[in-house]
């Protein structure tokens, strides 16, 4: 008897770019795409990370090349785009807060927020999903939001709104990309250990609460985000789009 054939979450032969990669999640997402077989470009802003990360890679056996890039500088983003081939998968990952309440947001702080975790995503994935067309390139684009993008949160009315923004944007590029065999989706993660989130675990009694309000009862690491990565990324969601895939150990049951 035949078996059916299981799902296949390889990736050798693909291209993966993953911005923000320099550390946290975008570092992890970019090690496991690696390790299961993409050639990974690596951006961010700062040399020494980039290329120390990219190095750490190649050093495990995997393929790899860190570029310094500022996604918020839409001319140097097409630049890039334009002066290699398409990649197969997008994690659009860079992205910031600045948690506050809201009568104390200003507008350098709804810039910084909104112009880093929307407008820069958005002409991302614009530009990877134009080289990815022009070239007849299947593939899957993936936008690191949030459960902040599907609920609210105290001090997050800017984050919220940059990853709500994201939700709608991911949900709308599905749309207008699946004639050309391209997926869309979000990973929306809860509270994950990483540079962006220590500073704030520093402070005990915000620390508890949070890990109150994870049913799961623990915060999460960067590893724990990858393995939906990966999912979205491989041929073992080739039938989803338009989707945002939660991993918040049950934040947003209740
Ligand atoms: P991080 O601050 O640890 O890493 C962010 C990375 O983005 C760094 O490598 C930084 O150099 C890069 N970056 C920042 N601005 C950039 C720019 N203009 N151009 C290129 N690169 C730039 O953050 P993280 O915690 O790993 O978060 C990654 C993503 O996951 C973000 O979009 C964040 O909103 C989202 N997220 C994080 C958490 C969490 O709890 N850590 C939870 C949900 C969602």
């Not at 994935?125 to 939001?145: K, P, T």
């Not at 724990?224 to 989707?243: K, M, R």
Request: aromatic share 8%; with cysteine.
């Amino acid at each position: 008897m035949k078996l059916p054939p299981p799902p296949s979450f390889q990736l050798d032969g693909r291209r993966a770019l993953v911005t923000g990669a320099g550390r946290g999640i975008g570092l992890a997402a970019a090690a496991a795409l690696a390790e299961a077989g993409a050639e990974v470009w690596l951006v961010a802003r700062s040399a020494d990370e980039v290329e120390g990360a990219a190095q750490a890679i190649r050093d495990a056996g995997g393929r790899a090349e860190g570029y310094v890039l500022d996604v918020t500088d839409t001319g140097a983003v097409r630049a890039f785009f334009a002066a290699r081939p398409a990649p197969h998968i997008l994690v659009n990952n860079a992205g910031t807060n600045r948690p506050k309440p809201l009568w104390e947001v200003t507008e350098a702080d709804y810039a910084a927020v909104l112009d880093l975790n929307l407008r820069a995503a958005f002409f991302v994935a614009q530009a990877a999903a134009m080289r990815m067309r022009a070239e007849g390139v299947a593939g899957s684009l993936i936008h690191l939001s949030s459960q902040m993008g599907h609920v609210g949160g105290r001090n997050r009315s800017l984050y919220c709104a940059s990853k709500f923004g994201l939700e709608g944007m991911s949900k709308a590029f599905a749309l207008d990309l699946a004639p050309f065999g391209i997926r869309s989706n979000t990973v929306a993660p809860t509270f994950i250990e990483t540079p962006l989130t220590r500073p704030m675990f520093a402070d005990a009694a915000f620390r508890a609460d949070v890990v109150s309000r994870i049913k799961l009862g623990r915060i999460g690491n960067p590893e724990d985000v990858t393995g939906a990565i990966l999912y979205l990324a491989s041929d073992a969601a080739g039938l989803v789009t338009g989707t945002s895939l939660l991993v918040d150990g049950g934040w947003t049951a209740d």
